[in-house]
């Protein structure tokens, strides 16, 4: 079984401290790659180091929605030269969270698509964070794809399924966390039962979000495999066939890792 978590935080407290056990321990359960995820430009530089020393890693640059008004000045110039390195794969993490609103939402939306302009620019797919604000992220996504050469994931995928069809029919990937074996995410569930195969991704969101039978603990890469067994279970699939097949997904998406 060959598995990628497509999304973690590698950098982030309760991972951080023990990093080399951390990635060994998954390689022993059959991820094969990791893509560790920035969420602050002050973080670049430690994200970009891990990808630099192990050969199985990649990063991203972005700037997550709660931290828009912290990054007043971040533009889609900053982001090109962050994404300027062999390692960096991805544009994001980026988005809109309406939810705690943590930012300013039209600041959120800026920074937002200077993420958009960025991944045009250079051809890197976004990682796209949305909550509570999927009307929003629809329609820059729908104009984004519609100016051209924008592709990405809407990861750790918890919204409707309109909001789920909307982004595969505009191209996108979904990505599915551990939420999905969560008790309470019978809706989300169904949406998985039906997402295609070949735009499905699977990821930890770790050190958050541990699957059953992990719930409780700080999640880490290792997980993806719990998810991934979950998931096609629910699908009926192959748990082999169902990994080589998200794996496959992940470096179409992702063609700089491959």
Known sequence: MRLIDSHCHLNYEGLAERQVEVLEHARERGVAGFLNISTRQREWASII???????DVWASVGVHPHEADAHPDLGAAALVEGADHPRVIAIGEC????????????AQRERFQAHIDAARATGLPLVVHTRDAEADTAELLSSAVREGGVAGVLHCFTGSAALARKGLDLGFYVSLSGIV????????????????????????????????????????????????????QLRGEDPEQFANATTANFFRLFKKAA
Request: aromatic letters at 10%; charged letters at 25%; proline letters at 8%.
């Open 49 to 55: 180091a891990v990808a630099e020393r192990e050969p």
């Open 95 to 106: 988005g809109l969270d309406y939810h705690y609103d943590k930012s300013d939402r039209s």
């Open 181 to 232: 074996t969560f008790k309470n995410a019978q809706d989300l569930q169904e949406t998985a039962r039906w997402l295609p195969a070949d735009q499905m991704l699977v990821e930890t969101d770790s050190p958050f979000l541990a699957p059953v039978p992990h719930r409780g603990q700080k999640c880490e890469p290792a997980f993806v495999a719990d998810t991934a067994s979950f998931v096609a």
